[in-house]
């Protein structure tokens, strides 16, 4: 049996046309475009790879099982996301670039509003975990000017790789926020960031298996902020050095973000004389440059 390919393809588009024409009616533009354009995109897939019946059915069955596993308190389809690099995209193409600016990348399934406020040389740490590590830095306009007042978010995960969230005592540790001062200064105790594995007990972590990807990340300090007239930026800092910085399961890092985190022999005087004993800690330093907000 021979097959008529032009027919077959006539058939495959005709298909495609009938279903972009359903979406005629829809009164929101925007809907509209979008819902065409993925049914392009996915009708188009679907010709390209030939994909099977079962093979459709497997997928169905893993979106299910995506759906399953997610609740109030793990959102699997956020790790769907950002492990198929499209939550990293989605952060690029809504955050386009000017010039100088700080980079922004995923924004991640831990941030919590209400975090604690903390005062300029306070400690986030809440008890958690860590090696003790002081950040600070300036938050800027793309003219170089400071930027006071600005809230500054910080979030991060402890020593053994959780965020707070992630236990069920109901803790808050390792997140707070603080504002800049008058020169857009900055400056705050935490934890020296350390990898640690995305949740892949679940059917995203059986995708990661599959291809054989890895489920960590690289070590980072998650930052959100925020003041009048400036785009928000929600971004990482990274930690130079670290093995990971170039397979990071949810291809987060970028080259501007990786920072220096320079480790401090136990009895090294502290920024702020706080004393840490026999502890060692470490410090590092992250400007952050604001672009300017949509008018």
Request: negative net charge; contains cysteine.
């Given at each position: 049996m021979s097959t008529d390919h032009d027919e077959q393809a006539r058939r495959e588009r005709a298909l495609t046309d009938r279903v972009l024409a359903?979406?005629?009616g829809t009164e929101d533009?925007?809907?509209?475009?979008?819902?065409?354009?993925l049914?392009?995109?996915?009708?188009?897939?679907?010709?390209?790879?030939r994909l099977t019946q079962d093979e459709w059915a497997k997928a169905i069955g893993f979106l299910t099982a995506v759906g399953h596993i997610t609740d109030d308190r793990r959102q699997e389809f956020i790790l769907l996301s950002d492990v198929l690099g499209a939550s990293m995209q989605t952060v690029t193409v809504n955050n386009e670039a000017v010039a100088g600016e700080t980079e922004a990348t995923v924004f991640g399934p831990f941030f919590v509003d209400d975090a604690p406020e903390v005062e300029r040389g306070g400690d986030i740490s809440g008890g958690a975990r860590g090696q003790p590590c002081w950040v600070e830095g300036r938050v800027t306009d793309v003219a170089g000017r400071p930027v006071p007042g600005a809230r500054i978010e910080v979030w991060e995960a402890d020593d053994d790789g959780f965020y707070d969230v992630q236990y069920a005592d109901g803790r808050v540790a390792a997140r707070g926020h603080l504002h800049t001062d008058e020169h857009g200064g900055y400056r705050f105790w935490a934890l020296t960031p350390t990898p640690y594995p995305i949740p892949h007990d679940g059917p995203v972590g059986g995708l990661l298996r599959a291809t054989g990807r890895s489920p960590m990340r690289a070590a980072h300090l998650h930052f959100m902020v925020s003041a009048a007239g400036m785009r928000t930026l929600v971004t990482h800092i990274f930690v130079r050095g670290d093995d990971l910085l170039e397979q990071d399961a949810v291809f987060g890092v970028r080259d501007s973000l990786v920072e220096d985190f320079v480790e401090q022999p136990a009895g090294t005087p502290t920024p702020d004389g706080r004393d840490l004993g026999d502890r060692t800690w470490a410090r590092a330093r992250f400007d952050i440059v604001l672009a300017p907000g949509t008018p």
């Amino acid at each position: 049996m021979s097959t008529d390919h032009d027919e077959q393809a006539r058939r495959e588009r005709a298909l495609t046309d009938r279903v972009l024409a359903s979406f005629s009616g829809t009164e929101d533009d925007r809907l509209r475009e979008l819902m065409c354009s993925l049914t392009e995109h996915l009708h188009a897939f679907i010709r390209e790879v030939r994909l099977t019946q079962d093979e459709w059915a497997k997928a169905i069955g893993f979106l299910t099982a995506v759906g399953h596993i997610t609740d109030d308190r793990r959102q699997e389809f956020i790790l769907l996301s950002d492990v198929l690099g499209a939550s990293m995209q989605t952060v690029t193409v809504n955050n386009e670039a000017v010039a100088g600016e700080t980079e922004a990348t995923v924004f991640g399934p831990f941030f919590v509003d209400d975090a604690p406020e903390v005062e300029r040389g306070g400690d986030i740490s809440g008890g958690a975990r860590g090696q003790p590590c002081w950040v600070e830095g300036r938050v800027t306009d793309v003219a170089g000017r400071p930027v006071p007042g600005a809230r500054i978010e910080v979030w991060e995960a402890d020593d053994d790789g959780f965020y707070d969230v992630q236990y069920a005592d109901g803790r808050v540790a390792a997140r707070g926020h603080l504002h800049t001062d008058e020169h857009g200064g900055y400056r705050f105790w935490a934890l020296t960031p350390t990898p640690y594995p995305i949740p892949h007990d679940g059917p995203v972590g059986g995708l990661l298996r599959a291809t054989g990807r890895s489920p960590m990340r690289a070590a980072h300090l998650h930052f959100m902020v925020s003041a009048a007239g400036m785009r928000t930026l929600v971004t990482h800092i990274f930690v130079r050095g670290d093995d990971l910085l170039e397979q990071d399961a949810v291809f987060g890092v970028r080259d501007s973000l990786v920072e220096d985190f320079v480790e401090q022999p136990a009895g090294t005087p502290t920024p702020d004389g706080r004393d840490l004993g026999d502890r060692t800690w470490a410090r590092a330093r992250f400007d952050i440059v604001l672009a300017p907000g949509t008018p």
